[in-house]
């Protein structure tokens, strides 16, 4: 026990010192009078403000309403089982990634465009249309619900995965039905409001991101003006120290923003539970009518989780895939009139941005996943349940906020600019999705293992060598996939920290995405999403089921 509070504390300050530092290194300038009076005066801040409300909101409500919707629909059933498996390779491309390859599809020469240029009269140029870059921010809304619906949908996958779970959950829905409730009243009424709760950090993580985007914004967002976390960005970047202190007050009030949004929707959910409670006990009539109804539900929902989704990843990639080999290619024309692979020969060139994403990712996933299982095999209950708002920090903070904290710290000790200050901003980014996505599994593990262990005189070392660890084998390669993606998509700590001397595919592809060199941000855009998609395809290898084989004696 003492052992186990010594390395908790340990681990405790090797997370959180930097941290806590990276946090009061940004306090001082949330006191800052005159920026915050020149924040209030710039004629960009109004539009931004609302700008940023409208698509962080939209997005997150339009998101969990989806995926809420999905749910009640698939679980519990086969379809379900489908869904889950679809979700490793859509969450293994990158909101960059996605972005970019979305312009290409809806851009007013891209792809969709071309399609019905066939059909439509004066189609033989792009149009003026503001597909992208529209003021109205759907674009930036479009990516966001399209990536965050399978984040959210993982996210109850990881606290549905459990047999005991599933199995609990499965009966008393069924209970529910034989009482009379029909399926959709006992789902609402019996299983989302034991699984909601489980779901409220993912759904602040989106809220959060949806609020404070760059990278995607930048790509496919409003330009004129951005939205504020972009606008904060930009004067974070200016020369002038003036302008740097106009970013960070911008920063502290998306912080404000997101803490009043998130408290507001804890409120409406709160109150929407407590008027659950007062139902009318009515149960539903199961006439054939009924049935019949629930039947063709039930086929639409198969489809609508099936197909849709999925074909739009498909297309977005196959955009890519394309574009990455196109040459000359004018509108209205459906395919290019000539390939050419010099878009790749240049990605090849600069081997030196693939190694720097490499061992970024894999230095930071792997650190992230030892400081994550130390924390989940040592930390005591009671720390562990009361510190992890403090460990998810980095997940809900604005990015354009928490990046300023980290540089400060990498400057105050002496690691601005280089690879040990860059791994360092990635790892502590990194932690917080690792712990979430090993947690359910790690924390759901048999005890009764460990107690037959040591009952027959088995150290905990070799009890975690030897039984727990090769059991839990496929949660820590997923965690560690999923930590792999999440620095290999890390924009602003990479430019800010690294002092713009490490190129990443996905700080390249961000930047070639605001030109016109269509085939080179398209191969890196591709090289950002097969990255992760190779972690993920590694860590359902690890994790695969051993078969033994009985050999005669």
């Known amino acids: ?38 924040f209030f005066a710039d004629p960009q801040t109004p539009k931004a403000l609302a700008l940023t409300l409208w698509t962080g909101l939209a997005s997150t409500l339009l998101s969990v309403g989806l995926a809420a919707w999905m749910l009640s629909r698939s679980f519990p059933g086969p379809t379900w089982s489908r869904l889950v498996r679809l979700l490793g390779p859509l969450l293994a491309v990158p909101h960059a990634a996605f972005a970019i390859g979305l312009v290409a599809l809806i851009a007013p020469s891209g792809w969709l465009l071309r399609l019905v240029s066939p059909w439509a009269n004066g189609f033989m ?43 609990r959950l499965a009966s008393e829905m069924n209970v529910a039905r034989t009482m009379g409730y029909t399926f959709e009243r006992a789902w609402w009424r019996v299983l989302w409001p034991q699984l909601w709760p489980r779901l409220r950090w993912p759904m602040l993580a989106v809220l959060a991101y949806g609020l404070t985007v760059v990278d995607v914004a930048m790509v496919i967002g409003p330009a004129s003006p951005p939205t504020l976390a972009v606008l904060a960005w930009q004067w974070l970047l200016d020369a002038d120290l003036a302008r740097n202190a106009l970013g960070a007050v911008a920063a502290w009030w998306l912080a404000g923003m997101l803490a009043l949004t998130s ?39 198969r489809a609508v989780a099936l197909l849709p989704l999925p074909a739009l990843y498909g297309a977005v990639m196959l955009a890519l895939v ?198 080179l941000t398209s191969a890196y855009a591709v090289l950002q999403w097969l990255l992760p998609v190779l972690g993920f395809a590694l860590a359902a290898w690890v994790g695969r089921p051993r078969k033994f084989v009985n050999r005669p004696t």
């Not at 399209?146 to 459990?162: D, G």
């Not at 408290?263 to 139902?279: D, I, K, N």
């Not at 009539?285 to 629930?294: D, F, H, I, K, V």
């Open 1 to 38: 026990m003492r052992t186990n509070f010594v390395l908790s504390s340990i681990l405790l300050l090797l997370f959180g010192v930097p941290l806590s530092w990276a946090i009061a290194s940004i306090t001082s300038s949330a006191f800052d009078i005159q920026a915050w009076q020149r």
């Open 125 to 167: 140029v792009p149009p003026a249309w503001a597909t992208t870059q529209d003021p109205w921010g759907l674009g930036l809304i479009a990516v966001l619900v399209a990536k965050e619906v399978p984040f959210l949908l993982w996210a109850a996958a990881t606290q549905l995965q459990r047999a005991d779970v599933a199995q």
């Open 263 to 301: 408290s507001l929707l804890w409120f409406a959910s709160r109150l929407s539970a407590w008027r659950r409670r007062w139902t009318s006990g009515q149960r539903g009539r199961s006439t054939q009518a009924r049935r019949n109804a629930l039947m063709r539900s039930a086929r639409t929902a």
């Open 322 to 519: 394309i574009g990455s080999v196109s040459g000359v290619w004018a509108f209205p024309a459906l395919v290019p009139q000539a390939f050419t692979t010099e878009a790749w020969t240049a990605v090849w060139g600069s081997s030196g941005t693939l190694g720097t994403t490499l061992t970024l990712g894999l230095a930071s996933s792997l650190a992230a996943l030892l400081w994550s299982v130390a924390w989940l095999e040592c930390a005591p209950p009671r720390w562990d349940t009361v510190l992890r708002r403090f460990i998810y920090l980095p997940l809900v903070l604005p990015s354009v906020l928490w990046v300023v904290g980290v540089h400060a710290v990498a400057l105050r000790w002496g690691v601005d600019a280089t690879w040990v200050g860059v791994w360092l901003a990635h790892t502590l980014a990194t932690v917080p999705y690792v712990l979430i996505a090993l947690s359910p599994a790690y924390l759901g593990f048999d005890t009764r293992y460990w107690h037959i262990s040591a009952s027959l005189g088995k150290r905990r070392g070799l009890f975690l060598m030897q039984v727990k660890w090769p059991l839990l084998r496929a949660a820590l390669a997923g965690a560690a996939a999923v930590g792999f993606a999440v620095s290999v998509a890390q924009y602003l700590p990479t430019l800010f920290v690294g002092a713009g001397r490490f190129a990443t595919v996905t700080t390249e592809a961000v930047t070639l995405a605001s030109g016109a060199q269509r085939s």
